[in-house]
């Protein structure tokens, strides 16, 4: 028998299960087909060594820390590079990327390449700069996943990513803030410019890889950054307007379907908050003859309709739901007995559920 996980052949499974429906195969060939596989188990023995192993090698590590100071430079430094070539040397033994305790170890070893690195600063006195130390790490790990191609390597690539442009201010969660106007002039946009490089080695690597995951998490650094540094340097009216529209492009004028889920999600939240007067701030919005939140909600609530009859009726259903719950129990839900409010209200959802279950029959 073929082990596989149980995710996968539970799709097996549906998937028999609809071609005996219609007659494609009939039961008994249904049966000795699911009969070829089995669940793949997970290995007792495996966890406990590889748990045994990890235990082991914090224990040398605490060890080694305690008596540190006693230990000449040099031999620091061989301990250093001793260690991370351990890591390297079990990747291999364990069976290298067709083993999980392989690539545990090489993660491991990335990991305790940080920690190195932190050591050498220490031993040679450097002044502890915490964007070069994360910059130096990073390359490393970049080098390490474009050799081994290993997918654990480079969503670890990616969280160090993500600690950087933290550190760095190139996403700057304060700017997640109501500013009534710019904060930075324009021309500070791609500061800091190593964050900008960085994300687009990080889209190569991705494209490299060819990882679905890889790719999601990188367009969020990517749409983190951009609308950090431009709330920053234009307000939130502006980033807001541009997630949007950026938004509606990618799910209109994409053939891939998570792009336009995810393009969807972006129009949908950004449009959300565009319903309310607080983030229509500055000069240009200022006209009291124009209601800017009622338009942008008409815009949005078009666009939602249009994605439920493109077939994405799950994400455009949801908020043009929450597009009318917002405005209902916003403007409509004073004027009416609770009891009629609540009631209205769920008619309404039932409706669009109702609807939703139909169209996906």
Request: hydrophobic fraction near 55%; proline fraction near 2%.
């Amino acid at each position: 028998m073929i082990a596989i996980k149980k995710k996968y052949l539970d799709f097996l499974n549906d998937e028999i299960n609809f071609w005996t429906e219609n007659n494609l195969i009939d039961p008994v060939q249904a049966e000795n087909i699911l009969n070829l596989y089995e669940v793949k188990k997970k290995s007792p023995g495996l966890i406990m060594l590889i748990a045994g192993l990890v235990l082991l090698f914090f224990g040398v590590a605490s060890f080694t820390a305690s008596k540190w100071n006693l230990i000449p430079d040099k031999f620091k430094l061989i301990i250093i590079g001793a260690a991370y070539l351990l890591s390297f040397i079990l990747y291999f033994a364990f069976g290298a990327s067709k083993s999980h305790a392989a690539r545990a170890f090489l993660l491991l070893g990335s990991g305790f390449a940080g920690f190195g690195l932190f050591l050498v600063f220490r031993i040679y006195k450097y002044k502890l700069d915490l964007n070069l130390m994360l910059e130096i790490w990073i390359g490393i790990i970049y080098l390490i996943t474009l050799i081994f191609r290993d997918l654990w390597q480079m969503y670890f690539l990616q969280f160090l990513s993500l600690g950087y442009f933290l550190i760095t201010m190139a996403i700057n969660i304060f700017a997640l803030q109501f500013i009534s106007s710019a904060m930075l002039p324009a021309n500070k946009f791609f500061e800091p410019v190593n964050a900008f490089i960085l994300i687009i080695l990080l889209w190569l690597m991705c494209i490299y890889l060819r990882d679905r995951t890889a790719l999601d998490f990188s367009g969020l650094l990517t749409l983190g950054i951009i609308s950090s540094r431009m709330t920053l340097c234009f307000g939130n009216t502006y980033t807001l307007i541009f997630i949007v529209i950026f938004g509606m492009i990618l799910s209109l004028f994409t053939k891939y379907n998570d792009v336009a889920v995810f393009g969807i999600l972006m129009a949908g939240i950004s449009g959300l908050l565009l319903t309310w007067p607080e983030f229509w701030r500055g000069e240009i919005f200022s006209n009291p003859k124009f209601n800017y939140q009622i338009t942008s909600a008409i815009i949005i609530g078009i666009f939602m309709l249009i994605q439920i009859y493109r077939g994405n009726i799950i994400p455009g259903g949801m908020f043009f739901a929450l597009l009318a719950g917002r405005y209902f129990f916003d403007k409509l839900f004073g004027y009416i007995p609770k009891a009629y409010g609540f009631s209205l209200a769920g008619l309404i959802f039932l409706l669009m559920g109702f609807a939703i279950f139909r169209k996906r029959k």
